[in-house]
């Protein structure tokens, strides 16, 4: 087996070691997965595995959806060749590290998906190397980790493009990265500080007061606001949950960003699951954004988690396709967005059915306590 001192060696000099607490893991309790909820998540596990290609990427060469579909067996407790999904489970992984490329890139879709696709694919990576240990895995994660502290922008972003510009692009590049990294975290793994505090800053300047006025803390504080794209008016549900991933997974606890965000995420999972389901595949929101506003739920937990995650759970359940005679069909989610075609129906499956296995608590990520030390305030 790989040490993690092999591992992070592109971090050594400059790590900084981190502890975490158990006291904010969430046990809330039975009601958080309900009979309803886990028939769903067996129906869509098992769509994945009868709609998988036999290269193990659903006829898709984005590795971040790929990655998805692994995520969603991970998330379910279907190890890499353990158990019934277990080889699917691999095939997913296996296509992931085999296309890596040399420099550690997972992408091999258009260029101006290096920096998503890559993320997203290296937080998956981590997740399953947390869990299983197995060193196949440990390279390509190792080289992946490299990539993002070499591709961070001047500003603390990222670009599409793997390469470090003066200014990085969006807070969606940003998430990605951030998950991936404390991915590494939550493996046992160490991060530059430097990056992390980079990263923070970055992320916080993507905040919007909703009267529009910057300035000091002070006057930004006033008011409600929310996280957005760009730092300008491209205010999104799934922004206002990236920032506050962002800044869950950096240990930023008490940052008064998170309260205000999660208002407006609060206000949007009401809405869009305030009319009855239909049996027709339409996730709320759409695959990108579910996927972090269930994280967003999760990780700042209390009234918004006890309040919010079963609106969520149960619009799931009920908008899920049963067309038992129909195995193309029977069990998927659509993605909705901008993926159509079996990639949709692959994202929109894989998101919604790691949504309802959050409270299962497999995932590293899912596991995770209070981080003690990561970096100081600046």
């Known amino acids: 087996m790989i040490s993690h001192r092999m591992l992070t ?14 006291e904010n893991l969430r046990a809330e309790g039975p009601w958080e997965m309900t009979a309803e909820s886990e028939a769903a998540l067996h129906k ?22 790929v990655s998805m579909g692994a995520l969603a067996y991970l998330a379910a407790g279907h190890l890499p060749g353990r158990g019934e999904h277990g080889r699917a ?10 296309n890596a490329k040399p420099t550690g890139l997972l992408n091999i879709a258009d260029e101006h998906r290096d920096m998503y696709n890559h993320g997203l694919s290296t937080f998956v990576l981590g997740q399953a190397y947390g869990m299983t240990g197995d060193n196949r895995l440990g390279p390509a994660f190792d080289r992946a980790l490299k990539l993002i502290a070499e591709t961070q922008c001047d500003d603390g972003g990222w670009d599409y493009l793997a390469k470090p510009q003066k200014r990085g692009h969006d807070l969606s590049l940003v998430v990605m990265q951030a998950k991936a990294l404390r991915s590494a975290v939550d493996s046992g793994f160490e991060v530059p500080p ?25 006057i930004e504080r006033q008011g409600p606001g929310q ?17 506050v991933v962002c800044l869950q997974e950096f240990g930023q606890y008490e940052d008064w960003r998170i309260g205000k965000s999660m208002d407006v995420i609060e206000a949007a999972v009401a809405e869009a699951t305030k009319e009855k389901p239909r049996r027709n595949g339409n996730v709320p929101f759409d695959a990108y954004a579910l996927y972090y506003v269930g994280q967003a739920l999760y990780q700042t937990g209390g009234d918004y988690w006890d309040k919010s995650y079963p609106k969520l759970r149960d619009h799931l359940v009920g ?19 901008h993926v159509g075609g079996r990639p949709g129906e692959l994202y929109g499956t894989a998101v919604a059915c790691f949504v309802l296995a959050m409270p299962n608590r497999y995932l590293p990520i899912l596991q995770e306590g209070k981080i003690e030390r990561f970096v100081k305030e600046q």
């Open 319 to 337: 908008v899920q396709v049963l067309e038992p005679q129909n195995p193309q069909r029977d069990g998927v989610w659509q993605s909705g967005g």
């Open 44 to 65: 869509g596990i098992r769509w994945l595995t009868a709609n998988q290609s036999a290269e193990g990427n659903w006829g898709s060469n984005d590795l971040g959806l």
């Open 227 to 243: 996280f957005t794209y760009d730092g300008g008016g491209r205010a999104t549900v799934a922004m206002a949950a990236a920032g």
């Open 9 to 22: 060696s592109f971090v050594l000099a400059f790590a900084v070691p981190l502890a975490a607490t158990t």
């Open 194 to 218: 430097e990056v992390i505090q980079l990263a923070i800053t970055d992320v916080r300047r993507h905040y919007l007061p909703q009267h529009g006025k910057r300035g000091s803390e002070e």
């Open 89 to 98: 489970c691999e095939r997913a992984l296996n296509y992931v590290v085999q």
